[in-house]
């Protein structure tokens, strides 16, 4: 069965760093690209990033491009997602999605997410 | 920059149909876009019902049809039933990025 597992939010002032992380299982990890798409409260989905299989090639969002890192561990079967100079409007529901197969295919299986509020 | 367009919200009676379309606003969406769709009810996690136009995802029932309708891609469905009262986002494999999800569609089943 495969799981994904979000970890890792919580309350960050603005300005704050927090690292989400993203554990996997249930799937041959080191296959598959993985992504971050993010939820504000009463708001739509928002892709944030985008990591390749091997972890070569790394994609992000405009809003978030050089403030967020996204890394992965295929020998521990997790993705990470480290946030620097969060603002008020990165306060959001982060969900970690599994890439079916090509980007083009978009997600098949997405974790239950993990909040990040900035607020002083 | 390009903005993925969907209505803001539609109401179906039970056993009826209703078609949701996403479109672009510049430009015309295509199989080349490879739309997914997808449905999340309030404080869950999204679930994929359609990828690559017109696939559907594992488990999902076929009343739920993906297509290309002129320029946009679109969702339908068919028999409607009170589970299907959700949100719906569509989501393009563009240049841009991996994923550009559309504005979302409220679904109300009354």
């Known amino acids: 069965e495969v799981q994904v597992l979000e970890s890792g939010g919580g309350l960050v002032q603005p300005g704050g760093s927090l690292r989400l992380s993203c554990a996997a299982s249930g799937f041959t990890f080191n296959s598959y690209a993985m992504s971050w798409v993010r939820q504000a409260p009463g708001r739509g989905l928002e892709w944030v990033s985008a990591i390749s299989a091997s972890g070569d090639s790394t994609y992000y969002a405009d809003s978030v491009r050089g403030r967020f890192t996204i890394s992965r561990d295929n020998s521990k079967n997790t993705v990470s997602l480290q946030m620097k100079s969060l603002r008020a409007e990165d306060t959001a529901v982060y969900f970690c999605?599994?890439?079916?197969?090509?980007?083009?295919?978009?997600?098949?299986?997405w974790g239950q997410g993990t909040l990040v509020t900035v607020s002083s | 920059q390009t903005v993925v367009t969907q209505e803001p919200s539609f109401s179906v009676s039970p056993g009826g149909t209703v078609t949701l379309t996403c479109g672009l606003s510049s430009g015309s969406v295509s199989t080349s876009y490879y739309p997914s769709w997808y449905q999340q009810t309030p404080g869950q996690a999204p679930r994929t019902l359609i990828y690559n136009t017109n696939t559907r995802s594992s488990g999902v029932p076929d009343r739920f049809s993906g297509s290309i309708l002129g320029n946009k891609a679109a969702l339908t469905i068919t028999g409607a039933q009170a589970d299907d009262e959700s949100d719906y986002y569509c989501m393009l494999y563009m240049a841009s990025g991996p994923g550009v999800f559309g504005t979302g569609t409220k679904v109300t089943v009354l």
């Open positions: 999605a599994k890439v079916r197969s090509g980007y083009n295919s978009g997600y098949d299986y």
